[in-house]
């Protein structure tokens, strides 16, 4: 069975910083892109950060510099380092496994909630 737990979400003051963790089940992770995503309130759910199964990064445009993406094949978890938070980056995130080539698979968390304000 195919499971993500997010888990390190919660409130801090604008400048300051929070890591979040996902914790994978399955055997899909060592083929995965893993990522992490958000949705503000009565936006679309944005990308934050992926990175594939060789270390390879991608990062949205507003969060470069500040957050950090990283994965421990070994323990088949991936976190997400965030930095010199914003309220604009408040927001529920969701850890993310997904695939293109077969075997294609796209698989959600169930979320946690990151909320930057004074």
């Known amino acids: 069975q195919v499971q993500l737990v997010e888990s390190g979400g919660g409130l801090v003051q604008p400048g300051g910083s929070l890591r979040l963790s996902c914790d994978a089940s399955?055997?899909?992770?060592?083929?995965?892109?893993m990522g992490w995503y958000r949705q503000a309130p009565g936006q679309l759910r944005e990308l934050v950060a992926t990175?594939?199964?060789?270390?390879?990064?991608n990062y949205a445009d507003s969060v470069k510099g500040r957050f950090t993406i990283s994965r421990d094949n070994a323990k088949k978890t991936v976190s997400l380092q965030m930095n010199s938070l914003k309220p604009q980056d408040t927001a529920v995130y969701y850890c993310?496994?997904?695939?293109?080539?077969?075997?294609?698979?796209?698989?959600w968390g169930q979320g946690t909630q990151v909320t930057v304000s004074s």
């Open positions: 990175m594939t199964s060789g270390g390879v990064t």
């Open positions: 399955g055997s899909f992770y060592s083929i995965a892109v």
């Open positions: 993310n496994a997904r695939r293109l080539a077969i075997p294609a698979f796209n698989f």
